[in-house]
């Protein structure tokens, strides 16, 4: 049984929202509202499954609407059993439970103004609680227990003052605080959609005679790719030949419009079992894209996103990562390699953690804010207590026009394309690159690599891509037995040195997202300092184990290690580079990847981890790409 706290603030959520507006003629002769709706809500899916709903309005005034808890099969089941009349107007929610549990009554779109009124809403409204009693004392009954009912209830007396629904909608967006996108359709407004954003993505698609609205642009990939950025509070109204955006207090402004890159097949499984295990052979070209076209024609690192000055880099003397989850842990790695090119210090932080430990951060402060979508709550409140702060904010990003790129100073995207899998694989492998390439980028500007050096680390990171394909290519079904071999575990203990340490961590929050079990990622050389207790016999222990060769090499160490979990009856499977024979004596079993660097090994250790934990959960019956009590982005904080 789910439980929901409060305060809630400390509420996790995300949720997946589409609107659509078309003339009848293209309604009709090409594709329905309600065809267009389901089709963004099945690519949102990953936003939240815990029930989906619509909500349509006929060309002749009519609100249909149509809920169901569970995922989105069960409300396309009823919609086959109760069809809904055709239309050319719609919005549609697919729910990640928070305010209110997962039932049928609290699945969006939530009713006002005597059922003329549709709302559905992603975030959370802080203040629903006097809203809801005023409008209680005024004889407001409600069905559910969300707050989004209650912004519906606001927005309905506000349009019944109006007349008005885009005015209306500003009004209560005024009267709201917290976090939010909300969208709205009213029956005396057909071929109209109005939303407003706080905090929480929305982006508009244009067409032609037809327009959308959705979280992010896979809402609507399948019929446009021109999409247009919505700022922060800000409220759009769509009809199917306008597009009209204004602030909070009625003036009109200008969204940034852009192009979409990608096309609906990156978006699709492409064969695989799931969209994670697509994504995991994703990797190769996520990480080559990422490196494309970084040099000039100088032969110089040339990072075109980034748009402070030189004079500001130079003089910086401490970076700060400000991340959460698989983002921090490659923040994690990222430190190792641009302290030692750079010689600056590097500190890592959660991003939830940062701005209330009253972290020293000044105009000589570089903050690298690292976020696959670019809506983490946490990383953006982060971001702003940053900039006040007068530090410079280089995000680090693979969503195009999302906030924490909008919001920061300069942006590097990663161009890893969708990632659909609520667990992380192919982001983490482009932000360590990224990273990576940012040191570079900051060694080469304040003098501490010459540029043969430079030249040398990218052609390691060029070799990258087929080496993690010859991963895919060769380790694959060694990993997929031990899964499958290790389905009953309760308990996998990950370790690492250096850079393989944050991969210890990431290997075992995949596992810990995926099958549900305890999973732990410790620094080898802390095992003798206490976790070294938990070593019972049969105890399954992953070790990432270092190269053998640098000056400082921590091999012989982990080797110990090795040997200290194995003694006490421990069940040891050994990530180890090609060539290193040494390990198999201690090893149960030893999983190979390429030989490289140091510091590029994090991109091939990774992924046999990777595979391990999706197939042990999918053994377990499991679904991989939509995990219990997760969603694919934080969005609240």
Wanted: glycine share 8%.
């Amino acid at each position: 049984m789910r439980t929901y706290l409060t305060p809630l603030r400390k509420i996790r959520l995300m949720c997946g929202i589409v609107g659509y507006v078309s003339k009848a003629s293209v309604d009709n002769a090409d594709h329905s509202a309600l065809d267009v709706v389901l089709s963004g809500l099945k690519r949102l899916e990953y936003r939240g499954y815990d029930s989906a709903g619509v909500a349509l309005v006929t060309a002749g005034g009519e609100l249909e609407t149509a809920k169901k808890a569970g995922k989105l099969s069960a409300l396309t089941d009823e919609l086959a059993e109760h069809p809904l009349p055709a239309a050319q107007t719609g919005i549609g929610h697919t729910r990640w439970a928070t305010h209110g549990g997962p039932t049928d009554a609290n699945a969006h779109p939530h009713l006002a103004d005597g059922g003329k009124l549709a709302v559905i809403h992603n975030g959370i409204i802080e203040n629903f609680a006097h809203l809801k009693a005023d409008l209680v004392a005024e004889g407001v009954e409600f069905l559910s227990q969300t707050d989004t009912e209650v912004a519906a209830a606001q927005l309905a007396k506000n349009f019944q003052t109006t007349g008005d629904l885009t005015e209306a909608m500003r009004v209560t967006a005024t009267q709201l605080e917290g976090a939010f996108t909300l969208l709205a359709v009213h029956a005396d407004a057909p071929g109209t959609v109005v939303a407003a954003r706080r905090n929480s993505p929305l982006v508009i698609g244009l067409g032609e005679g037809e327009n959308f609205l959705g979280s992010d642009v896979a809402a609507f990939i399948d019929y446009t790719r021109t999409a247009v950025e919505i700022g922060q509070d800000e409220v759009v109204t769509i009809t199917p030949d306008a597009v009209v955006i204004t602030d909070i207090e009625g003036n009109e402004v200008q969204g940034t419009q852009y192009e979409v890159n990608w096309d609906t097949a990156a978006a699709e499984k492409g064969g695989f079992a799931s969209f994670m295990d697509k994504e995991i052979h994703d990797q190769p070209q996520a990480v080559a894209d990422t490196l494309l076209g970084r040099m000039d024609t100088d032969g110089k690192l040339a990072l075109d996103e980034m748009h402070i000055d030189e004079t500001v880099l130079k003089t910086i003397d401490k970076i700060v990562v400000i991340a959460c989850g698989t983002a921090a842990y490659a923040g994690q790695v990222a430190r190792y390699a641009i302290e030692h090119w750079c010689r600056v210090p590097v500190e890592v932080e959660l991003a939830h953690e940062f701005r209330y430990r009253d972290p020293v951060v000044n105009e000589k402060t570089l903050v690298v804010a690292i976020s696959q979508s670019g809506e983490t709550m946490d990383t953006i409140m982060a971001v702003r207590h940053a900039r006040q702060q007068g530090a410079k904010v280089i995000a680090i990003c693979n969503t195009y026009g999302s906030t924490i790129p909008r919001e920061s100073d300069a942006a590097l995207y990663t161009h890893a394309g969708p990632e659909i899998a609520v667990a992380s694989t192919k982001a983490f492998l482009s932000q360590v690159v990224a990273c990576y390439l940012l040191g570079l980028y900051l060694a080469q500007l304040r003098g501490n690599k010459f540029r043969d050096e430079i030249a040398a680390i990218l052609t390691e990171l060029q070799a990258i891509p087929a080496k993690v394909q010859r991963v895919l290519d060769e380790d694959k079904e060694q990993v997929l037995a031990l899964a499958r071999r290790n389905q009953d575990v309760d308990s996998v203990l990950f370790l690492g040195r250096h850079v393989g340490f944050p991969v210890a961590m990431e290997g075992a929050l995949k596992l810990k997202e995926l099958a549900y079990i305890h999973a732990e990622g410790f620094a080898a050389g802390e095992l003798k300092h206490g976790p070294i207790a938990l070593i019972d016999d049969g105890q399954l222990v992953i070790i990432v184990v270092p190269s053998k060769r640098g000056r400082d090499s921590l091999h012989a160490k982990v080797i110990s290690n090795i040997q200290e979990v194995r003694a006490r009856g421990a069940n040891t499977v050994v990530i180890a580079e090609e060539g290193d024979e040494e390990v198999r004596e201690f090893a149960s079993e030893v999983i190979y990847v390429p030989e490289t660097t140091t510091l590029m090994a994090p991109l091939l250790t990774t992924v046999p981890l990777q595979i391990f934990a999706m197939e042990l959960a999918t053994a377990k019956g499991l679904d991989v790409d939509q995990p219990r009590n997760l969603a694919k982005s934080v969005t609240v904080e």
